[in-house]
């Protein structure tokens, strides 16, 4: 059974930093489309950022040159580092896992997730 926990949430000010973790168990995540997504009040979940095991990333318009995902496959875990803040990136953010590296970027029906972890960007 794979299985995500997501950790590194919190508060801060708009401008600052912080980075999400995502521990992987139950499978070899090389084979996988990996991603993080968020969802704030009253909208839409949206895919933030992917990544497959080649390297290759993808990244939404709202957040490209300011958050970066990384993974360590020795360790199994995702990363999401999050600069230059801002209010409008406060969400639930989570971790999700998709067999099948074909069409990843962009993908929305993931098969696993995460509990998810709280952003709180203050202005």
């Known amino acids: 059974q794979v299985q995500l926990v997501e950790s590194g949430g919190g508060s801060v000010q708009a401008g600052g930093s912080l980075r999400l973790s995502c521990a992987a168990s139950?499978?070899?995540?090389?084979?996988?489309?990996m991603a993080w997504f968020r969802q704030a009040p009253g909208k839409e979940r949206e895919g933030v950022a992917y990544i497959i095991s080649d390297g290759r990333r993808s990244y939404a318009d709202s957040v490209k040159g300011r958050f970066t995902i990384s993974q360590d496959n020795a360790e199994n875990t995702l990363y999401l580092q999050m600069n230059s803040l801002k209010p409008e990136d406060t969400a639930m953010y989570y971790c999700?896992?998709?067999?099948?590296?074909?069409?990843?970027?962009?993908?929305?029906?993931?098969?696993?997730w995460g509990q998810g972890t709280q952003v709180t960007v203050s202005s």
């Open positions: 139950g499978d070899s995540y090389s084979r996988y489309c």
């Open positions: 999700a896992a998709d067999r099948g590296v074909s069409g990843c970027f962009g993908r929305r029906g993931f098969g696993y």
